[in-house]
């Protein structure tokens, strides 16, 4: 049900999210090659490898996205949203446990914490700006099928 005042609620989106680990596992694992997971760091530009300490990452938090569209997009709708295959990426842990729930922008804001986990700023900036366009042509993509 489309209630704009509802509380941010993620059973749907952590259900999505699930599904979309998987898929982006299984495209690691062939791009490795070798039975090792092969990703690219969304905020470093450096290469992960299955066994390193990563995390999949939301680039525009759940929350963020849930509270910009409730009042227009089901729970369901929103969970497509969130997670479409730009706005969800990887990350090393300590990257993602530091930054939490800001804004990537003020996170970036913080000079010590680019230099302290070695954030190439042009890519993470390109990820962020790639996840925004994302998000946009999924809600447009959603809302025309309402019509």
């Known amino acids: 049900m489309n209630n704009p005042p509802r509380p941010y609620h993620r059973a749907e989106i952590d259900l999505l999210f699930t599904k979309v680990k998987a898929q982006m596992h299984q495209q690691a694992l062939e791009r490795g090659g070798d039975g090792i997971a092969l990703y690219t760091d969304c905020y470093t530009g450096q290469a992960l490898r299955g066994g390193d300490r990563y995390d999949y990452e939301h680039i525009r938090s759940s929350e963020a ?16 949203v969130v997670n479409c295959p730009e706005n969800v990426a990887v990350t090393l842990r300590t990257i993602n446990q530091s ?9 970036l804001a913080n000079s010590s914490n680019v230099s302290n986990h070695g954030i190439n700023v042009a890519f993470a900036r390109h990820a962020i700006a790639r996840a ?5 042509q999924k809600v447009k993509e959603i809302l025309s099928r309402m019509l």
């Open 99 to 107: 930054k939490g729930k800001m804004r990537m922008e003020d996170w």
């Open 132 to 136: 925004d366009k994302g998000i946009q």
């Open 65 to 80: 996205v849930f509270m910009a569209y409730r009042d227009r997009l089901t729970n369901s709708q929103i969970a497509e």
